[in-house]
């Protein structure tokens, strides 16, 4: 792939360089999936810091077709309100103006009909409070899709229905978190009807997945039809394959940012702790990097 995506590579950069000139400063920042690990801080420290964008919530199992509120430790949604303390601190980040998103994850099994009754269910349990205040005690502005395993039948039927909830007046995000490899098994059929705003895609967990500018431009000119940013996906756990050490990864990853729909950094695993203290920047990247610090 890396050969045959050379040419188109080297045919890209100069109007990179004219996008760069005239791009708006739409994307920028960095996002962050909480509710999975051990190490998360707390919500509310999380969200209170300038350079976050996005907190996506992980996550609402899907178990075949019954979606399952699953946060590990963070709260225990079988007791009654357990979950709701998460409330104060979603509208909190929603306070700062970060769009908080809640992520689908588990072995979805889903008919059509099924699909249109899971998002139902979500509308009225984490985006609208029509129906008195849900699990969360709070709404979300979306939802992100995070499938690994399970079935890839009628996700597209999922993004679409929940598409639909959505309004002028009330908008509904949507996300996709696809592994890097074109097509994604479970969510290309989703993806293909073009209803994300976001697609932030996993460059880590394989070594085939490993972050180099031929995978980002495929990605960018398979959604290039589609009105989404993309986002690069990354792990902060130094034991997962792809991992970055902050020194490189401005330099590695800066021409990201100078794409048009760039949408933003999404960290999956772990902290985002890295800084422009140290000084490896070229000086060219500085800039556009800065966008991904909370010291500029
Ligand atoms: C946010 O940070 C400010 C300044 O550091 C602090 O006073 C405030 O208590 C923090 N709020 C939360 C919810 O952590
Ligand atoms: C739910 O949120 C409301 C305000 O939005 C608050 O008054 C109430 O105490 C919260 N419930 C729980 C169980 O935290
Ligand atoms: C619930 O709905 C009311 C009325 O639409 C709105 O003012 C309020 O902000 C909503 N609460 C949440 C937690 O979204
Ligand atoms: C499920 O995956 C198979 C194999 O890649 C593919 O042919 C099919 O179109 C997919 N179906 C959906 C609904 O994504
Ligand atoms: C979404 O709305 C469109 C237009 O009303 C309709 O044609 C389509 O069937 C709906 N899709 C789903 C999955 O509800
Ligand atoms: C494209 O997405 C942006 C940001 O979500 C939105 O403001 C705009 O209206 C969308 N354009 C179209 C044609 O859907
Ligand atoms: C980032 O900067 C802070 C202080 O500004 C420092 O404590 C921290 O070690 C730096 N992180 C890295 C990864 O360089």
Not at 26 to 51: I, K, P, R
Not at 112 to 136: C, M, Q, R, T
Not at 151 to 176: G, H, I
Request: glycine share 8%; proline share 6%; charged share 20%.
């Amino acid at each position: 792939m890396a050969a045959s995506l050379r040419p188109l590579f080297l045919a890209i950069i100069p109007l990179l360089m004219i996008s760069s000139l005239i791009r708006s400063s739409e994307g920028e920042g960095v996002g962050f999936y909480w509710g999975q690990s051990l190490h998360d801080e707390n919500l509310a420290e999380m969200c209170n810091n300038s350079m976050y964008r996005y907190a996506v919530l992980a996550s609402l199992y899907l178990e075949g077709n019954r979606p399952v509120l699953n946060m590990d430790d963070k709260c225990n949604p079988s007791y009654p309100a357990g979950c709701a303390y998460l409330g104060h601190m979603i509208d909190f980040c929603k306070a700062q103006g970060i769009k908080v998103l809640l992520s689908l994850g588990g072995r979805p099994d889903l008919s059509s009909d099924d699909a249109h009754n899971v998002a139902e269910y979500i509308w009225n349990n984490f985006l609208s409070n029509n129906s008195g205040p849900g699990p969360l005690n709070a709404t979300v502005d979306g939802i992100d899709f995070r499938i690994q395993s399970g079935s890839n039948q009628s996700l597209d039927v999922l993004a679409q229905a929940l598409r639909n909830y959505s309004t002028p007046e009330r908008k509904v995000y949507l996300s996709a978190a696809p592994l890097c490899q074109i097509p994604d098994y479970y969510l290309d059929d989703a993806i293909k009807t073009g209803v994300f705003d976001h697609v932030w895609v996993q460059f880590f967990g394989d070594p085939s997945c490993k972050f180099y500018p031929p995978i980002w431009i495929a990605w960018y000119c398979y959604l290039d039809k589609y009105n989404t940013t993309l986002s690069l996906g990354i792990t902060r756990n130094p034991d997962t394959d792809g991992f970055i050490p902050c020194d490189d990864l401005f330099t590695r990853t800066f021409f990201v940012v100078q794409f048009p729909k760039f949408g933003t950094l999404m960290v999956f695993e772990g902290k985002y702790e890295c800084n422009f203290s140290s000084g490896v920047l070229l000086a060219s990247g500085k800039k556009s990097m800065n966008k991904f610090s909370a010291i500029d």
